[in-house]
Structure formats: C-alpha cells, structure tokens
C-alpha cells in the first residue's frame, strides 16, 4: 500500500499522541506508587523513573507540536507534491419546456446563402511511422497516464518553473521549453514529443520513460537561429502511440540573418625556379710543339793538294 506525504505525517503524529498518552500514564502511576512504598531506596527509585516518564512526555509534546508544524513543509521542499489531475464534472442542461406555436408563417422567398459554411474536421494527432520505427520499449503503456497543459517558456529555474512563460514569441526566440506535470505513468513504456509548424514535423524527441509515476518534466529544442520562422507551433505529447496532451504557441517576427562564412581564397605556391647551369669554361687547346729545323750540314773538307 502506498502512502502520500500527508498520510504519512498524520500517521506520525498518532504515534507520537499515544506515546505521549503512556509516557504521562507511566509517569504518574510510577509517582502514586512510590508514595506507598515503606523502603527509601526503592521509594526513590521509582520516583525517579516515574519523573523521567514526565519529562518524556514534554519532550514528546514539543516533537509533536514540531511535526504538526513544520515536518510536511519540509518534506516538500525536497520533494515538490506531485500535481493530480481533477476532473472537472460536467453540466447536465435541464431541457425546459418548449412553447407549441398557435399559427405557422408560411415563407415566401427562401434566401439561397452565396457562400455556404461547411465545417472542417479536426482529426485527432497520430505518430508517424518514421518515428514509431524508433521505437525502443518492451511495455505496453495503460491508457491511465495524465498529463497537464503545457507551458511554454523559454528557460527554467532548477525546481522546473518557467523564467518567461507565454505563449507569442518574437525572434530571435532560442531555447525553448514546453513544461508539464504528469501522473499514473509507466516505467519502461516509450514516451514521445512532436515538435510542429504550421501541421509539419521540423522536430521530435521519443525515449523510454524512466521519470516515474508522477512529478514534472519538460520537452525542448534548441536550433539555430535561422530555423526559427514566423508560424503558429504545436507540441504533441504521447504515451507510446496513444495522444496525451497537445499546447500551442506562436513565433512572430523574421529569424535573423546567419552570418556570410569566409571562403578562403587558395594561395598559388610558387614554383621552383630553375637554377641555371653553369656554362664551362672552354678547354685550352694545346700550343703545337716547334718542329725542329734541319741542322745544316758542314761541306766536306777540301781535299789535300797533290
């Protein structure tokens, strides 16, 4: 069986109501008896116990008083109450008595409307297939799960309580927050969250819940700046394929300009210049040697005289 903070605070004050109740009954019973006793020591003793049952007993009537006081609010500081959906009963109309006309006109000329309104039908949100093929759990959600109109903000302080809540937004919008609390949900079972503009997809996020049965919660997206156009944006809750909850909100206004990036230029890489060959020096062409003159020849010596 499970207990709500409050049944547990109460049920702590009875505990401590009947402590109260016998310590006081111990203390005095303990007290009128001592009185009756012949032996000192045995007189003192329970006399010392029933006045320690007294005493007991204011200690128990402050801790009594603390707890009635101040022991829920505290508790709900560390743990937030977690909200319950009320339903809101609905009004039976008394049907009252219709007046029988005496005499019925007869129309002459039945004016034929120029342009007849026909009414649009509203069809209830489903999940996609492209984003039930993502599907990761096993568990099949009960249709008991609830969840509150959602709040749209945004930022959040740490207790999940919207900065700037409203529901028309002008650009540049940024981080934005779609706040909820929910009830009776199931861990395990797939939880999802569209994100549309003007009745198409630009966003969704799907997981298997793991935040309890009760308590708060959120579903943001945060994309460029750019991505923000002017339209009327709807968010989708569902428990597995089952629609829960839907808000919507309005952004107004152009997105602003993203910023040209630099192309960089490429840079030519200089070529190697040919270093240019050295011309050689040209070769020294020998000096032809002398050719060596004939040596003259002496005349022959005159002959002797006869």
Known sequence: MSLDIRTAVQTTLLIIFLLIALSAWGGVASIRSARKLPFFRIRRDR???????????????????????????VIYRFYPPTATITLTPTITLTPSITLSPTITLTPTITLTPA??????????????????????????????????????????????????????????????????????MVDGTQWTALWLRDGDLVYFETKVWDGGTGGYGYTDWNPPQEEWLPGVYEVQIFN?????????????????????????????TPTHTVTPTRTRYPTLTPVPTSTPRPTRTPPPPPPPPP
């Open 47 to 73: 006399m010392m116990r029933g006045w320690k049952l007294l005493v007991t007993t204011v200690v128990l009537v402050f801790a009594f008083i603390l707890v009635a006081t101040q022991l829920e609010p």
């Open 115 to 184: 342009v007849s309104y026909t009414p649009t039908i509203t069809p209830t949100p489903y999940m996609p297939l492209a984003v039930e093929a993502r599907f990761e759990a096993s568990i099949t959600p009960g249709p008991d799960s609830a969840f509150s109109e959602l709040i749209f903000t945004q930022g959040i302080d740490s207790l999940y309580r919207p900065v700037a809540p409203g529901t028309e937004f002008n650009n540049p919008v940024g981080h934005m927050y779609a706040l909820f609390s929910y009830d009776r």
């Open 240 to 268: 597995g394929v089952i629609f829960k909850r839907s808000g919507f909100f309005t952004v107004i206004g152009a997105p602003p300009t993203p910023l040209p990036s630099l192309t960089p230029t490429q840079t030519s």
